[in-house]
Structures are given as structure tokens and as C-alpha cells.
């Protein structure tokens, strides 16, 4: 199932995509306890109320009022988790593009919910950079409490995956030692449309990703080629900290950043660029960069 959050009158409703739109999920199913129609949270927040959702799409006896995707104004499927963490250097590739060590264990960093943005949000540029770069990403929503998980078991503390874009300040990220003041800028972190459940995937470290800018093919990859898998990243992680329903994983990017051309080649994001993200089965991310 994928569902996302979009804005319908003036109000944040989660929706599921079928082959005839957006249906939003208070038709299928009214959400228990809830005075409001459910958002994406609230979904994640419930596992029973999923299965209903699941359930009542298997069954769809009645009339539901569609969307269409191409009308519908997305907001951002992660809500405003506890917890952005994001893997670097998890592609043998990319840390050699950009000249850095392969790392032993996985390179830790965060963003904060500032930087999560939607699917065809513009993206402003923020004047305090010259080196603004894409990383398209494989992105993993944590369903259940996980701490101290084995690697064996951590799959089934995910809610699902999504696709996301690590927007980086490269003069900020490489300022000193710590990437933070790169990373985590007003919309630096656009992810969507959906949030794709778990068991649509039977392999997520073997799904293509690629990433155009203004429609040129600069990153073309595959997770297959991660060095640290979605399950050891998600069992890593739960050893140092408590992983909750809602916090979100964003595992790293292939070669073909703008990072990893030659300086005399480096064309950085500018006013008026378009990025998108595409991951097999998850869908594509688009974002316009604005001054």
C-alpha cells in the first residue's frame, strides 16, 4: 500500500494511491478515537488501523471521491518524527567519487524537521551557499519501538520506505569537521510522494535509483550496492539509541553528485534547477530550487 499526506481544504489527510487516484483514508475507514480525519502519522502510529485501511481497499464495495496525483497538493509523508538519521558514504563508489575513506561502520549524521519538505515543494536556496548539491536516497520509516534489535529481526520494525533527497550545502557541510550546517537548511530534506508499506518490497536493498537533474541522468545505481543493508543499518542504529515509530533512516546516496566531478566540471543546484528521485516501486520525487 502507498499512502501520503496531502492538503484538501485546508486540512493535512492521508491518502492511498490506487489505479483510480487518491482515495483519502477516512472514506475507507473511519480512524478510532480520532476526532479528525488520520494523517500519515496517525496511520504509522496504529497498526490495527492499517490493516482496516488494508482491508477496506481489498474489499472497496463503495464510491469514493478520487484525487487525481497530478492535482493533489502533497505535503510531507514523515510528519515531524523524533529522529532524522542519515547514513554517509554507504556507496563504496560515492566515498571514493568524493575521495573519502570506505568507512568500518556507518557514518552517523541528522537533520532536524526544518529541512523536511514535500513532493513538488519548491526548495529555496538559502543565500549563505554557492555549492548546492543532490543526493538521491532509499528512505526507511521505523514502525515499531526498536532498541538493541538483531539484525536477523530488524525488518520487522518497519513501517515502510520512501524517497528522499539529502540536500547538501557542500562549503557549509566541509566548514569543519561536522556536516550538520550543510544538511539541515530550511527544505534540505524533500521526501514522497508515499511512504510505501513494507510488503510491497520484498527486497529494499535491491530496488534502482536513479536521480536528473533538469532531466539529464546524473546518478543511475542500484541499493543493491549499499555498503552497510537497510537491516544492519536499522540494527546498528537500535544499539545506541531507541528507534520509534515515525523516526526515519535515510541510508545514503550512489556516485554522480555534483561533489564527485572534476572543479572545473561542478555546476552547482541554481534558480530555477529540478531535481528528481526515482526508486523502482516507490516512486518519484520532484523538487524546483528557488533563489
Known amino acids: 500500500m502507498k499512502i501520503a499526506n496531502i492538503i484538501l481544504k485546508g486540512e493535512q489527510i492521508c491518502v492511498v494511491n490506487t489505479q483510480e487516484g ?7 475507514a473511519e480512524h478510532p478515537g480520532s476526532r479528525r480525519h488520520p494523517s500519515v502519522a496517525d496511520v504509522v502510529a496504529d497498526p490495527p488501523y492499517l ?38 558514504l554507504n556507496y563504496r563508489n560515492h ?13 552517523v549524521f541528522s537533520k532536524f524537521n526544518n529541512s523536511i519538505a514535500a513532493h ?36 520487522d520494525y518497519v513501517f515502510g520506505f520512501f524517497v528522499g533527497n539529502d540536500v547538501s550545502a557542500r562549503d557549509l557541510q566541509y566548514r569543519t569537521t561536522q556536516w550538520l550546517l550543510g544538511k539541515t537548511s530550511d527544505g534540505f530534506f524533500p521526501a ?24 539529464e541522468v546524473r546518478q543511475n545505481s542500484s541499493t543493491s550496492n549499499m555498503i552497510f543493508r537497510c537491516n544492519y543499518l536499522i540494527s546498528y542504529l537500535s544499539q545506541y539509541m531507541t528507534l520509534r515509530p515515525g523516526d526515519v533512516i535515510s541510508t545514503g546516496t550512489p556516485e554522480g553528485v555534483i561533489l564527485g566531478m572534476p572543479p572545473e566540471k561542478r555546476k552547482w543546484i541554481k534558480n530555477g ?9 516507490l516512486g518519484t520525487l520532484r523538487n524546483k530550487f528557488v533563489s
Do not use: H, W
Open 51 to 88: 490493516s482496516i485501511l488494508r482491508s477496506s481497499l481489498d474489499r472497496k464495495n463503495g464510491k469514493y471521491d478520487t484525487i487525481e496525483e497530478s492535482s493533489a497538493l502533497f505535503s510531507s509523508p514523515l510528519g515531524t518524527p523524533e529522529k532524522i538519521l542519515c547514513i554517509g
Open 22 to 28: 487518491l482515495i483519502p483514508a477516512y472514506q475507507l
Open 120 to 155: 513538488n515543494q519548491d526548495i529555496v536556496i538559502p543565500d549563505s551557499t554557492r555549492q548546492l548539491d543532490y543526493e538521491g536516497e532509499l528512505g526507511i520509516m521505523i514502525g515499531r519501538t526498536a532498541r538493541k534489535v538483531s539484525i536477523e529481526s530488524s525488518m
Open 95 to 107: 566515498a571514493l567519487e568524493t575521495k573519502k575513506q570506505i568507512p568500518d561502520t556507518p557514518t
Open 192 to 215: 514522497g510522494p508515499f511512504i510505501t508499506t513494507e510488503d510491497e518490497i520484498a527486497d529494499p536493498n535491491d530496488l534502482k535509483i536513479v536521480t536528473k537533474l533538469n532531466g
Open 273 to 281: 534547477d529540478v531535481v528528481e528521485v526515482e526508486i523502482e516501486n
